[in-house]
């Protein structure tokens, strides 16, 4: 009950306290609109489940985040009633607008997404307490699963197939479901401290994983316009799937050969949307191709100019296939298709190439000496 005013005072306007039974619902219309940052990025996920094949399941995991969050609801709600907001949590949330920052600044939406993921979820712990964000955080982790491009990474890092990464991330959604409702019924609860100290951890081993593969080189763009001596050249028709899956940059194909060796080549000028540019062996694995290893190095041509590429390992319709894989800007090139990410600028021109030799019974070092011995003439 409110208290008595005393005959004579008069209440400040605005200084009635507000009741009790609404601060609940109001921390918990906080912690809602704290998703906006990630509601702005579904448009751009919407429109990579109808285009991209390694994406065009992950609908399903922002359903099964749906029902995992669904089900603690009733505890994020008891943890508003008993808590304060908690301004531990702002730390957190800096780091998330961080990261969502950096997507812009970067132009990676898997950033802005992973940040936008983060936000929402510091915003369930700033309004509703630690115990209720402890209780969603298994629910953001299957959110986070649905991710744009992380199946690609799966398959990136672990070389394994599209389908093999969509499983690895069914089963660890299912495992964040367990650990919800293990957290539901129990009363464990992490204390935040050690929290932090894990997830420090964590972003300084993902940083430095990340980070690996940047070296860079002189610009080397090979003119394939030119015949050098001893090579002849020949323009070969792009496929309509091709065509498709470079959709606002230009790319050229050409045949490299001479009386022994043929190579084929794919010059890609780079458009001014970085999100329709994709790692070769994405381009692969959309055409059928088994990767058997990929790896980011730095090969030395015979002249001694120095090359980083992604050397690819593949099996293409049976056939043993090696490829070279760089990208080249107005200053430099790279091998590691994440640096050039990072490097890449719409006011600038980069061009991806790719050159690739059929083992046809030969060994990869008798492959990659040709390969080469041919770029060398350039």
Request: aromatic share 12%; proline share 6%; glycine share 8%.
């Amino acid at each position: 009950m409110k208290e008595p005013v005393s005959a004579g005072e008069n209440p400040v306007p605005g200084s009635e306290p507000v009741p009790a039974a609404s601060l609940p619902w109001m921390r918990l219309a906080g912690a809602f609109l704290a998703g906006i940052p990630f509601f702005l990025t579904l448009p751009y996920s919407c429109r990579s489940w109808s285009v991209s094949p390694m994406d065009r399941l992950n609908w399903v995991f922002h359903i099964f985040f749906l029902l995992v969050a669904a089900c603690g609801i009733p505890s994020v709600k008891d943890s508003a009633v008993r808590s304060k907001p908690d301004w531990f949590a702002l730390p957190a949330v800096a780091a998330a607008a961080g990261v969502y920052v950096a997507g812009f600044v970067q132009h990676i939406y898997l950033l802005r997404i992973l940040g936008g993921v983060g936000i929402w979820w510091t915003g369930v712990w700033y309004f509703c307490g630690w115990g209720a964000a402890w209780v969603q955080l298994p629910a953001f982790g299957v959110l986070a699963l649905g991710s744009t491009s992380t199946t690609f990474l799966l398959c990136n890092r672990l070389l394994i197939s599209p389908q093999t990464a969509l499983f690895c991330k069914l089963a660890a959604a299912v495992v964040c479901a367990v650990m919800s409702v293990v957290f539901i019924l129990t009363d464990f609860v992490m204390k935040r401290e050690v929290f932090w100290f894990l997830l420090a951890s964590a972003a300084i081993l993902t940083g430095t994983v990340v980070s690996r593969g940047g070296s860079s080189a002189a610009p080397f763009r090979p003119d394939l316009t030119v015949a050098p001596p001893g090579l002849a050249i020949q323009d070969v028709a792009l496929s309509e799937d091709t065509i498709r899956f470079f959709e606002g940059s230009e790319a050229c194909q050409y045949l490299v050969k001479d009386d022994v060796f043929t190579c084929s080549a794919l010059v890609v000028k780079c458009g001014s949307d970085i999100h329709k540019i994709h790692p070769a062996s994405h381009c692969l694995r959309s055409g059928g191709a088994e990767i058997l290893s990929e790896t980011v190095v730095t090969r030395t041509l015979p002249d001694g100019r120095s090359l980083p590429v992604t050397e690819i390992q593949s099996i293409v319709h049976g056939m043993p296939i090696l490829t070279f894989v760089w990208y080249t800007g107005p200053e430099e090139t790279t091998g590691s298709f994440f640096a050039f990410r990072r490097k890449w600028s719409a006011s600038e021109e980069w061009r991806s190439y790719q050159f690739a030799i059929s083992l046809d019974g030969g060994s990869v070092d008798a492959a990659r000496k040709i390969m080469l011995s041919v770029l060398g003439k350039f």
